[in-house]
T-cell receptor, first 113, second 114 residues
Framework: GALVYQYPRRTICKSGTSMRMECQAVGFQATSVAWYRQSPQKTFELIALSTVNSAIKYEQNFTQEKFPISHPNLSFSSMTVLNAYLEDRGLYLC?????????FGSGTRLLVI | QQKVQQSPESLIVPEGGMASLNCTFSDRNSQYFWWYRQHSGEGPKALMSIFSNGDKKEGRFTAHLNKASLYVSLHIKDSQPSDSALYFCAVSPLPGTGSNRLTFGKGTKFSLIP
């Protein structure tokens, strides 16, 4: 079956520092990868969509300068949170899509102190 | 911009009971609809999808879609303790519209009466 692994599962970083998270698709080829942030209130915010052979599309309120994403092949993606502050805390979810369904990983929980 | 709204915010039913979760969306170009379930400490997992108007049954779960009314629902029969979770409705537009965007609702917290 299709699985997505994210690591680390949980991380703590000091305010103003940066943190890189990774996403691995297993059992399928992720032609699209979506990065979401789930707030402590459980709301999903789409950060960006990366589709093979297309530029990475960032949503309003999220920029490449703050959340640079790499999607070098159909099984891997990474995202960095640069200069993390308190408002960046949450569960960062990576979803891989081959056909119509998105398969999500368990997320990377970011705590900022 | 697509708006997806879910109700109720939380729902408590007795074990063995039936539950109905509701979802409305705003974009008439929406074509693909999913229900995701998220247990504590995990990421959301696709529970079922529905693409055509009408009902779709998978075991104890039935999804209902009415595109004209911009409405999709999930019904859970014979609720089990393992069903306790957050349930999210997610909507995606027509393929070929240049977007693979999946828009989520804010979720319904579903619990069983202990």
């Amino acid at each position: 079956g299709a699985l997505v692994y994210q690591y680390p599962r949980r991380t703590i970083c000091k305010s103003g520092t940066s943190m890189r998270m990774e996403c691995q698709a297993v059992g399928f080829q992720a032609t699209s990868v979506a990065w979401y942030r789930q707030s402590p209130q459980k709301t999903f915010e789409l950060i960006a969509l990366s589709t093979v052979n297309s530029a990475i599309k960032y949503e309003q309120n999220f920029t490449q300068e703050k959340f640079p994403i790499s999607h070098p092949n159909l099984s891997f993606s990474s995202m960095t949170v640069l200069n993390a502050y308190l408002e960046d805390r949450g569960l960062y979810l990576c979803g891989g899509r081959a056909n119509s369904d998105y398969t999500f990983g368990s997320g990377t929980r970011l705590l900022v102190i | 911009q697509q708006k997806v709204q879910q109700s109720p915010e939380s729902l408590i039913v007795p074990e063995g009971g039936m539950a109905s979760l509701n979802c409305t969306f705003s974009d008439r170009n929406s074509q693909y609809f999913w229900w995701y379930r998220q247990h504590s400490g995990e990421g959301p997992k696709a529970l079922m999808s529905i693409f055509s108007n009408g009902d779709k049954k998978e075991g104890r779960f039935t999804a209902h879609l009415n595109k004209a009314s911009l409405y999709v629902s999930l019904h859970i029969k014979d609720s089990q303790p393992s069903d306790s979770a957050l349930y999210f409705c997610a909507v995606s537009p027509l393929p070929g519209t240049g977007s693979n965007r999946l828009t989520f609702g804010k979720g319904t917290k579903f619990s069983l009466i202990p």
